[in-house]
């Protein structure tokens, strides 16, 4: 046992002496091996790939335990761009001896125990060579466990500090340790990764989980031998793979693969030995960024001398984008940038100085500028600006698109905040503003980088924010909470809930857009700190005493920081109790709207949300349109990764048209992140009333002071602030706001100013005067549209980019040049120019070019070698341009004239290639196209899921095959390449247009999206001449007046026969197929003249049932494209009286007669009950009963003779009477305007198109016809419509040849539905081409695929029909004034609304009488309709009161009390209306106070009376106006009424019966009195004077009574309103108390005794039975701790003692 004991320890203490840590012994050189490949590309192959590879061999030397020394020797750098893995890496010698002596140079290092630590290195070594480096150290790193074999840890590495797994194995007989790690690039705790371009972006974790669009991972081996001193490390092999698709990398991705060898070869004696120089220290292992930052991956530049190369470029962009736009310019420009950003301050100073008086080159420089991206843009334009060498515009211009693309760092941040400080600045609202805005935009960019942001940034914004409030300044406020919601820091949150209630002692002295405004400002906080904003969002939206508006925008924010489930069910459970239906209706539908959310973001939401609507919905599903609503549309597709949605929310207050504010948002979702790509916000406050009142009131002090001696009798009154005329917008790009506007009344009169003012008179001049002279200018608009960019380190210390650019570059150039006759004197005003002969020549050149590149592989300063997939978009569209206009002769000519050289007018390339170059040698450069030009399927191979790792280490060019997406074993798509030509000729012009198309993508490999657009694609347009005589110009001449007939070049006569051979062929077979069914119809005549036509078609419309049934069975058998159109006709008319005969079995058809709506009632009882075994057939045809109104003629047609008129003639007969009298007008009357659109060509023959237009008044006729002026050529199109009646019109459209092909027929005449207005339209057609069939029945299917969609929203319903096969037909039926019922009937369905409501009020019936009082002026006409379209209206019967939210109640009314009907409780008070009530004679009567007088309606032996300003005035002497204002006072029906619509009151009527007051719409909300608000809000319509909520009609009825002063009082009142005491003591919170009530109550004066009571219940508020009451404080202010029935007076007598 101890020999057994002692053993075991001897082994352990052998085994603790062997050590697996890697060891470099100190005095001892270990020599190694080096190669590492990177290869970007597809993952098939046989396609293109890009890379590079490096060679090298590696000492390694210690110069103390911790501390060693790096040294490659004999480097070597390659380059690939070609068909993998058929072609080889090409050496890239030149780069090899540039950098040779930087990667030779010795590079000092720490490594313990398998761990680098710091790196040490020589100045004069750049970052990207120290990065290679990095990559073979990379390969030493091991954190080795000495107690377990498989575990796991975040290590770090070139990449960052990433999860990283080990397996140790061991392999005793050989003495080996093999060692795995791998690593997890998506796991990881400090990623090291640059983006750019993405600061606005939002990364969307949830849409993660559904797919990737970035993948990699990385795996090293390691064998080694270990030893007593440490392991010796023998190879090292390590793979990484890194998949990239925008759309999700399992339906396809491109890859970036990248290889390691690292073997053992010796050890030597002779130890490395460091340069004589400072090593300093670099950094640890992890990547360090360097000049590739400012290297774009598209081009390669070798800078020799920047500021000639800036020059040079600089020239070209200038001399080439002239005329129009150079190809390449968008590169060009991109070079530019580039040149700049790595071109020192002073350089371009110098560049500036040079070129800033030339315009063409001073345009490019400012619009370069913003592109450069460093603090050395802001810094540009501060200098510059400040020293007056840019002006306002160009700076604002050049700060807008700055501030967006600058990188954010502190320089920059310091120079934007000292620029928006400056005076010249503060001196300019715009552009402080845009500075200010961009300032908080740099915050948020600069946070998005830096995590930890210090609140120092945002100080200087905190501090604007409290100054301003400390002032009161409204308009500084808004713009420093703009700015602070653009920065976004969560620190701002303090300054922000200063100006908002309940967090801030401010916010009661700050407009509620300020309040807004404040919480607006949170939502960039809410993306950092959601927490944050819920709490205080959530506060707001509980507080039901805020602003309902300042509520639903807190809701609006809250819903944006997503929602925990107990938010929303707390949300859910406010909504129930909530009183305010605009917050409940925005709330709900926000919440019933995102239950179809489909975007991952807001899954959990909307799963919340679908709980909480079916909690609400039986209480708030059917709220109006009128109330505020949220609206939400989105959709993702998961496969790809890609979705969109858009959100709108329109917010209203009371109910009205117009909404107070409007705010629209999209959403983008892409590769795993999601952007608010634009937000439009509008405020409409207050715009509704600016347009439709006439003016301010007048600042009368008689009539104030009068309203308010009024409005201070009612008891605890407060008056609601006027609104502001003030529309306001903003606009955000990606979640930042970049401008934003109030227009309010002085930004008004200062536009009305400067538009009417002399300065823009002369400006108009001058133009005029240059136009005159001849104007020529170019015009050059270049774009960096996209820069985005994404850079990560591989293991091989190479740089891997993904990157996007778009640039764009537009040119125009303009040649205009005009004169006048007679020549303009000094005096010219612009009516002069409508009696001149003008002349004009113009020339305009638009051209636009477009670059797009999506880049992946290595860029560095040095060499690249990527992948490039890249589109190229270039259109131009010359035009040139003579114009004659002869005002005075009504003679308008317009030449175009060819623009020679130009046939190409758009194109389009995609193609997709791998380059490879080094700035050393860049003519050396290789691209080589995706997929090669000899690609057969064969060469393609099936790689499997997993990397194959080489077989053995010792061949030098062995290396792991790349890692790809197995095809799944499908058939490969046959490789073809895609080519069209579509070519169309348009011969009257000269002109063909041709689009050619080619495509050959990789798509045959995987059928995926990102494999569709790799390869080669090509589109264009082009324009060419057509083979024959040349065309000199296209011209276009119009005549208008009585030289119209002499412009006539085609005369059209009439042929003798009106019909085709073809016709003629057909009727012969129709006649025998028909026979002898049709016998009559045919035998009558065997002319082809309409007139034994028509008497054909009369003699079968009044044949028998039985025939007309044969008729239409026969007819319907035929083709009903068939070119006879008179026996369409009388099949049409046959089926017709066979439906009417079959009818008339069920009703009465006598037209006209009152008793037909019984009749089809009784009619269709009688069916009901004959088919009672088909309930189905019996309900679908009481619907269709419904669709089918009874439409009654009302008119005679003007044109039929009497004799005719009796037999009530057909409107399609006395159309065609007029029509075959005159077929042609040219033949009776001069064309009025003659249109000539004709080519010019060189042999002087006529070609193009003739337009004539022809009225004869005495048939109220007009025809158009349009012929082709070739020779022989009989195609045309004629348009005739003819004024049948006052009520009827009808137009018939016929074309092809002598009109004859096609035709349709439209008929609209007036008539009566149920004795209602009411019109119809019919469209009819006999034949119509193909082509035009088919697109209308794919439009009616999409629309009725809509309206089913949305018929349960709308209303409208429809059904499927049998209706006439070659008809449309639309009956509109007037119910009211403001109500339609509609019909459509289409030959399939039949569509129906009814009652559908109008935002105007139609000109009929007493709107019509009305409308008198503004027959001058068409603006007030519509306003007024418009007006009581939407007006509010109360009604008043005896003493039941409907007010205007309709809620009906009956209180009894004190007697000879005026009570506050409606009053306009802003404080303008521009009217109020009393009632008051004679309880002893059962009469009401009305006090209107307006303006400067008082209206009393009366009435006096039931006959309704007026006074004005006591002042009786006979209704014999109505109607009545007021001298100055817009008050009308007329006799109306049974009544009187007062219109005053200007000043908010838009009728009160008045009559024995009923007493109406109707107030416009844009009072809504501005209401008080017993009528209400009139603000939607029923829940809340008990409103007292005070704002208390009164729980019963009685108690609010009397709380709005003007009481009596004294008994003395000739109203004979005899009341006041006070707070009574509860007679009996109570017991409240466990004491006596005695209670006050705290809603007034009426009682009797001193000295009055009550005749009539009534009881009613109010509150109370009880003090302990020995306080005292103090009278100085407000009992109506208190709360109510129980309520209690009392007694209130309603009839008093006072004593003679006290009258």
């Not at 205080?536 to 924010?557: N, S, T």
């Not at 606009?731 to 009344?745: L, M, P, R, S, T």
């Not at 003519?923 to 060469?939: L, V």
């Not at 209180?1451 to 009570?1459: D, F, G, K, N, Y």
């Amino acid at each position: 046992m101890r020999v057994l004991v002692l053993a075991l320890a001897v082994a352990l203490v052998a085994a603790d002496q062997v050590k697996v840590a890697p060891e470099f012994a100190v005095g001892k050189t270990y020599s190694y091996k080096y190669e590492a490949i990177l290869l970007g590309g597809l993952p098939e192959e046989g396609l293109a790939r890009a890379g590079s590879k490096i060679r090298t061999k590696v000492l390694i030397s210690a110069l103390s335990a911790d501390n060693f020394i790096l040294k490659l020797l004999d480097p070597e750098l390659f380059e690939y761009s070609g068909i993998w893995p058929k072609d080889d890496f090409i050496p890239a010698n030149k780069l090899t001896s540039a950098l040779s002596a930087q990667l030779m140079t010795p590079l000092k290092f720490e490594y313990a125990n398998g761990v680098v630590g710091k790196i040490f290195a020589p100045a004069g070594v750049s970052a990207s060579v120290l990065n290679i480096v990095r990559g073979i150290l990379n390969m030493l790193q091991m954190n080795i466990k000495k107690t377990t074999n498989v575990y796991e840890l975040q290590e770090p590495g070139v990449q960052g500090v990433c999860k990283t797994q080990y397996v140790i194995t061991e392999d005793a007989k050989a003495e080996r340790f093999f060692l795995t790690k791998t690593k997890d690039l998506d796991h990881c705790q400090e990623r090291i990764i640059k983006d750019i371009g993405t600061a606005y972006t939002e990364k969307c974790p949830e849409c993660k989980t559904r797919g990737k669009a970035l993948m990699g991972t990385a795996a090293y081996d390691y064998v080694m031998k270990p030893s007593e001193t440490g392991a010796l490390i023998l190879e090292v092999s390590s793979v990484e793979l890194i998949h990239f698709s925008p759309m999700n990398f399992l339906n396809g991705a491109a890859q970036m693969e990248a290889k390691q060898w690292l073997k053992f070869e010796e050890i030597q004696k002779s130890p490395v030995e460091p340069i004589k120089g400072e090593y300093l220290q670099r950094g640890s292992l992890q990547y360090e960024f360097g000049s590739e930052l400012l290297q774009t991956p598209i081009q390669l530049l070798r800078i020799t001398n920047a500021e000639a190369q800036i020059v040079e470029i600089l020239n070209h962009l200038v001399s080439n984008n002239v005329v129009k736009v150079h190809e390449d310019a968008p590169l060009k420009f991109i070079e530019l940038i580039q040149l700049l950003r790595l071109a020192k301050y002073e350089s371009i100073e110098a560049l500036w100085s040079q070129f800033k008086s030339r315009t063409a080159h001073r345009e490019w420089i400012l619009n370069t500028i913003p592109a450069i991206g460093t603090h050395v843009t802001l810094r540009f334009i501060k200098e510059k600006f400040i020293a007056g060498e840019i002006t306002f515009a160009e700076a604002t211009r050049s700060l807008v698109a700055a501030v967006h693309t600058v990188t954010a760092d502190t320089e920059a941040l310091k120079l934007l905040q000292e620029f928006a400080e400056h005076q010249k600045v503060m001196e300019s609202p715009v552009l402080r503003e845009v500075a200010d805005l961009g300032y908080g935009s740099l915050v948020w960019k600069y946070c998005v980088e830096n995590p930890n942001c210090p609140v120092d940034l945002v100080r200087p914004i905190h501090d604007w924010t409290t100054k301003a409030v400390s002032k009161g300044d409204v308009k500084e406020i808004i713009l420093t909470l703009k700015v602070l919601g653009n920065a976004g820091h969560p620190s701002s949150l303090k300054p922000i809930l200063k100006v908002l209630p309940n967090f801030g002692s401010a916010a009661a002295n700050l407009p509620l857009e300020v309040q807004i405004e404040g919480v607006l400002a949170l939502r960039n906080i809410a993306k950092r700190e959601p927490k944050m904003v819920q709490d205080v969002a959530v506060q707001l939206f509980m507080d039901r005493a805020l602003h309902p508006e300042l509520r639903m925008v807190a809701a609006i924010v809250l819903f944006e920081t997503k929602l925990p489930m107990g938010l929303v069910t707390t949300l859910a459970d406010a909504l129930l109790k909530e009183e305010n239906l605009q917050v409940s209706s925005l709330v709900y539908s926000y919440m019933k709207a995102m239950t179809r959310s489909t975007t991952p973001d807001f899954v959990s939401v909307a799963a919340a949300c679908n709980v909480a609507v079916r909690i609400l919905s039986p209480k708030l599903n059917r709220l109006s349109y009128r109330y505020s609503r949220a609206l939400l549309v989105d959709g993702y597709y998961n496969p790809w990764m890609v979705g969109a949605a858009a959100s709108a929310f329109y917010v209203n207050d009371a109910a009205t048209v117009l909404p107070r504010s409007i705010l629209a948002k999209t959403r983008s979702y892409l590769a795993g992140a999601y952007a608010d790509v634009i937000e439009i916000g509008v405020r409409t406050e207050g715009i509704q009333e600016a347009l439709l009142k006439v003016g301010d009131l007048p600042d009368d002090m008689d009539r104030i002071t009068k309203m308010k001696r009024v409005l201070k009798a009612i008891a605890e009154w407060r008056a609601q602030p006027s609104k502001k005329p003030l529309a306001s917008a903003h606009v955000k790009f990606f979640g930042q706001e970049i401008a934003f506007a109030n227009i309010d009344k002085p930004f008004i009169d200062q536009i009305t100013a400067l538009v009417t003012g002399p300065e823009v008179q002369a400006y108009g001049r001058r133009a005029l005067d240059q136009v005159l002279a001849g104007v020529k200018f170019n015009y050059a608009q270049p774009l960096l549209v996209a820069e985005v960019r994404r850079i990560l380190p591989t293991t091989v210390g190479l740089p891997m980019e993904l990157s996007f650019y778009t640039s764009s570059v537009m040119t125009a150039a303009v040649e205009l040049q005009a004169t006048v006759s007679p020549p303009i004197g000094q005096d010219f005003r612009p009516s002069q120019l409508l009696k001149s002969d003008i002349s004009m020549k113009a020339t305009f050149t638009p051209s636009v070019s477009m670059h797009t590149y999506a880049v992946m592989g290595v860029n560095t300063p040095m060499a690249q070698a990527v992948v490039v997939s890249r589109s190229k978009i270039h259109t131009i569209v010359p035009a040139k341009m003579e114009a004659r206009l002869d005002m005075i002769k009504g003679n308008f000519k317009f030449d175009f004239l060819p623009v020679p050289g130009v046939n190409k007018i758009a194109s389009v390339l995609i193609d997709t290639y791998a380059v490879a170059r080094n700035v050393e040698d860049l003519a050396a450069a290789k691209i080589t196209p995706m997929i090669p030009a000899d690609y057969s399927p064969q060469s393609q191979t099936s790689s499997s899921m997993y990397p194959r790792m080489a077989s053995s280490m010792n061949d030098d060019k062995s290396m792991p095959s790349e890692l790809v997406i197995d095809p799944s074993g499908k058939t490969n798509k046959l490789f073809k390449i895609f080519e069209k030509t579509l070519c169309e000729k348009m011969e009257t012009f000269g002109i063909k247009a041709c689009v050619v198309m080619e495509s050959r993508s990789a798509a045959f490999i995987r059928d995926v999206p990102l494999y569709h657009v790799i390869g080669k694609h090509s589109a264009f347009v082009e324009v060419t001449p057509v083979s024959g005589p040349e065309i000199e110009k296209v011209e276009i001449e119009i005549q208008v007046g009585e030289k119209a007939a002499e412009k006539i070049i085609k005369v059209i006569e009439l042929s003798q026969d009106d019909e085709t051979p073809e016709d003629r062929n057909v009727l012969l077979k129709l006649k025998k197929i028909l026979a002898p069914g049709l016998k009559n119809l045919t035998s009558s005549s065997s002319s082809s003249s309409r007139s034994s036509s028509r008497s054909s078609d009369s003699s079968s419309s009044k044949s028998s049932s039985s025939s007309s049934r044969r008729t239409s069975q026969v007819a319907d058998t035929l083709d009903p494209n068939s070119k006879t159109s008179r026996l369409q006709k009388a099949s049409r008319k046959s089926s017709s009286s066979s439906r009417s005969s079959k009818s008339s079995n069920s009703r009465s058809s006598s037209s006209g007669s009152s008793s037909s709506r019984n009749s089809r009632s009784d009619s269709s009882s009688s069916r009901s009950s004959s088919s009672s075994s088909s309930s189905s057939r019996s309900k679908s045809k009481s619907k269709h009963h419904r669709y089918n109104m009874n439409f009654i003629k009302n008119h005679i047609h003007k044109h039929a003779p009497s004799s005719t008129r009796q037999d009530s003639k057909s409107s399609a007969q006395s159309f065609e009477d007029i029509y075959n009298k005159d077929m042609y007008l040219s033949r009776k009357v001069t064309p009025s305007v003659t249109i000539l659109i004709r080519a010019v060509r060189a042999d002087h023959k006529e070609q193009g198109y003739q337009i004539a237009a022809y009225f004869d008044k005495a048939t109220s006729r007009l025809q158009i016809i349009l012929v082709n002026l070739a020779e022989k050529n009989n195609w045309r199109i004629c348009a005739d419509g003819v004024k049948l009646s006052n009520h009827k019109l009808m137009a018939k459209i016929a074309w092809g040849i002598e009109c004859k092909q096609y035709k349709t027929e439209f008929k609209a005449e007036a008539g009566i539905v149920d004795k209602q207005p009411a019109f119809r339209m019919k469209l009819t057609w006999e034949k119509l081409p193909s082509n035009m069939k088919y697109y209308a029945k794919q439009i009616m299917y999409r629309v009725s695929e809509y309206i089913s969609r949305y018929a349960l929203l709308t209303g409208i319903e429809q059904m499927r029909d049998r209706n006439p096969s070659n008809e449309l037909k639309l009956t509109v039926a007037v119910v009211s004034e403001q109500s339609l019922n509609i019909v459509f009937k289409t030959p399939s369905r039949t569509i129906y609304k009814e009652d559908m409501r109008l935002p105007i009020s139609l000109p009929i019936g007493k709107t019509a009488s009305e409308l008198q009082l503004y027959q001058d002026s068409w603006v007030d006409s519509i306003a007024y309709m418009v007006g009581k379209a939407n007006a509010a209206e109360c009604k008043v019967i005896k003493d039941t009161v409907v007010t205007f939210n309709n809620r009906k109640f009956k209180a009894e009314l004190p007697h000879s009390c005026s009570l506050v009907l409606a009053q306009d409780s802003t404080n303008e008070a521009k009217f109020i209306v009393l009632l008051k009530r004679d309880q002893e004679h059962d009469q009401n009567m009305l006090i209107v106070k307006i303006a400067d007088i008082d209206v009393e309606l009366y009435q006096k032996d039931r006959v309704p009376m007026v006074r004005v300003n006591k002042e009786e005035i006979p209704v014999n002497r109505l109607p009545y106006h007021h001298p100055t204002a817009d008050i009308q006072i007329r006799k109306s029906d049974e009544g009187i009424s007062l219109t005053a619509q200007s000043q908010g009151l838009q009728e009160v009527y008045f009559d024995v019966n009923v007493q109406k007051v109707r107030v416009v719409d844009w009072m809504r909300g501005q209401m008080a009195g017993i009528c209400g608000k009139a603000d939607g809000e029923i829940r809340q319509e008990f409103r007292t004077p005070n704002t208390r909520l009164a729980k019963n009609a009685v108690s609010y009825a009397h709380s709005w009574v003007l009481p009596a002063e004294s008994c003395r009082d000739n109203s004979e009142c005899y009341m006041k309103l006070e707070s009574v005491k509860l007679e009996k003591q109570m017991v409240v919170h466990g004491q006596e108390s005695k209670c006050y009530s705290v809603e007034p109550v009426l009682r009797c004066l001193a000295g009055c005794v009550p005749l009539r009571t009534t009881t009613v219940s109010i509150g109370f508020h009880c003090l302990p039975a020995d306080t005292r009451l103090n009278r100085a404080d407000s009992i109506f202010s208190k709360s109510v701790d129980l309520r209690e029935t009392t007694e209130a007076h309603i009839a008093c007598r006072c004593t003679p003692q006290c009258a």
